[in-house]
């Protein structure tokens, strides 16, 4: 199995900047792509980026731009850079990881609020 650990949500103003990081620990040896997600409020859980393990990353419409994703395959951590908040980047940011053979393993989330 593995495990998923989010930290680095909080309250920002909008037009801030956060960092999320995710540890992975566990059977790390099989994680492929890392993605973060995130669901606000009444909505469904969207996605918002991906980066696999040759470091190629993708972005949601929505956060292109604004949002970097990153991973440190030394330390099993996925950053998510978020600058440019917006109120309506406000969710709860969740980890996932995508395994060779083992299925998609999920963090606990992290909130992030942005105020206006």
């Known amino acids: 199995q593995v495990q998923l650990v989010e930290s680095g949500g909080g309250l920002v103003q909008a037009g801030g900047s956060l960092r999320l990081s995710c540890v992975a620990s566990?059977?790390?040896?099989?994680?492929?792509?890392m993605a973060w997600y995130r669901q606000a409020p009444g909505k469904q859980r969207e996605w918002v980026a991906t980066?696999?393990?040759?470091?190629?990353?993708t972005y949601s419409d929505s956060v292109k731009g604004r949002f970097t994703i990153s991973r440190d395959n030394a330390k099993n951590t996925v950053y998510l850079q978020m600058n440019s908040l917006k109120p309506e980047d406000t969710a709860v940011y969740y980890c996932k990881a995508n395994t060779l053979g083992l299925g998609d393993y999920w963090g606990r989330g992290t909130q992030v609020t942005v105020s206006s």
């Open positions: 566990g059977r790390i040896f099989s994680v492929n792509a």
């Open positions: 980066v696999t393990n040759v470091g190629t990353t």
